[in-house]
């Protein structure tokens, strides 16, 4: 099992940047790629970037552009970065990571007012 805290969400006016963070630890698969995901209200939980052990992103065709994921690897643990630009109030959600394998975290709410 995996632990993920999710972090760095918060209010922002449309067109702006945020930038959210993810500590994994645990019991992590090695070379496991890494998932952020959004549930925006009332919808369900949707898949928005990968991002592989050597930094392969792929992305939904909605973020595409304005949406960068990074990882930083340690030894028993990884930090997952999401960098937002140009945020659009269809952004709004609670995000969060996951590795496809283990139990959700609490994510973080982002909020983006037109």
């Known amino acids: 099992q995996v632990q993920f805290v999710e972090s760095g969400g918060g209010l922002v006016q449309s067109g702006n940047s945020l930038r959210i963070s993810c500590v994994a630890s645990?019991?992590?698969?090695?070379?496991?790629?890494l998932y952020w995901y959004r549930q925006a209200p009332g919808q369900e939980r949707d898949w928005v970037a990968s991002i592989t052990v050597t930094g392969q992103t792929a992305y939904v065709d909605s973020v595409k552009g304005r949406f960068t994921a990074s990882r930083s690897n340690a030894k028993n643990s990884v930090s997952l970065f999401l960098q937002m630009d140009n945020l659009k109030p269809e952004d709004t959600g609670v995000y969060y990571c996951?590795?496809?394998?283990?139990?959700w975290g609490q994510g973080t709410q982002v909020t983006v007012a037109s």
């Open positions: 645990g019991s992590m698969a090695p070379f496991s790629p």
């Open positions: 996951h590795d496809h394998r283990s139990d």
